[in-house]
T-cell receptor, first 115, second 111 residues
């Protein structure tokens, strides 16, 4: 099984450029999310979705947009990249709430550098 | 708000040594607790979990017990191997779909 697939794996952007990080899952999971990982800070939630057509903000949403038109896909858009968005981005999915013990599955990450 | 505090690394151990990585949490209600592991260049993988007080999660020789009285979920392994070298994250979920992570502890095991 492919699980959670992210593309691209590596990307260098110039300040002000826009781009989309792609995320797809083949497990028919309702819940999907995007985290960013910065040195010494663990992972922080950017945006999440509890189903097609439903999205909401996480802890650090500024500078990012998301949409969820299908169950499988959850792209993350950077509209005008800034050096502060240099980070490793992880997409995740789960069948249900982690509180209930559901496993959250992570993609392999996308390394983004903004110069 | 919810938070997770785990011991800072890096931690360097010799092969076959005993491992403990401390994790304490602050949360409302009754969270579920998790340990995730990240091997170099890879995403996070669930290592073990516990959903209620006194539960013990275990996997691949690792164990952690959900201690509500001390709000802790310490990770232990009796004999580490070089292949256990990775970053370990303690995390909780307290009523939403998201996970709240600690900052991670890097473990290096030397032969």
């Amino acid at each position: 099984n492919a699980g959670v697939t992210q593309t691209p794996k590596f990307q260098v952007l110039k300040t002000g450029q826009s781009m989309t990080l792609q995320c797809a899952q083949d497990m028919n999971h309702e819940y999907m999310s995007w985290y960013r990982q910065d040195p010494g800070m663990g992972l922080r939630l950017i945006h999440y979705s509890v189903g097609a057509g439903i999205t909401d903000q996480g802890e650090v949403p500024n500078g990012y947009n998301v949409s969820r038109s299908t169950t499988e896909d959850f792209p993350l858009r950077l509209l005008s990249a800034a050096p502060s968005q240099t980070s490793v981005y992880f997409c995740a999915s789960s069948k249900g709430q982690a509180l209930s013990g559901n496993t959250i599955y992570f993609g392999e990450g996308s390394w983004l550098t903004v110069v | 708000g919810d938070s997770v505090t785990q011991m800072e690394g890096p931690v360097t151990l010799s092969e076959e040594a005993f491992l403990t990585i401390n994790c304490t949490y602050t949360a409302t209600g009754y969270p579920s607790l998790f340990w995730y592991v990240q091997y170099p260049g890879e995403g996070l993988q669930l290592l073990l979990k516990a959903t209620k007080a006194d539960d013990k999660g275990s996997n691949k020789g690792f164990e952690a017990t959900y201690r509500k009285e001390t709000t802790s979920f310490h990770l232990e392994k009796g004999s580490v191997q070089v292949s256990d070298s990775a970053v370990y994250f303690c995390a909780l979920s307290a009523g939403s779909y998201q996970l709240t992570f600690g900052k991670g502890t890097k473990l290096s095991v030397i032969p």
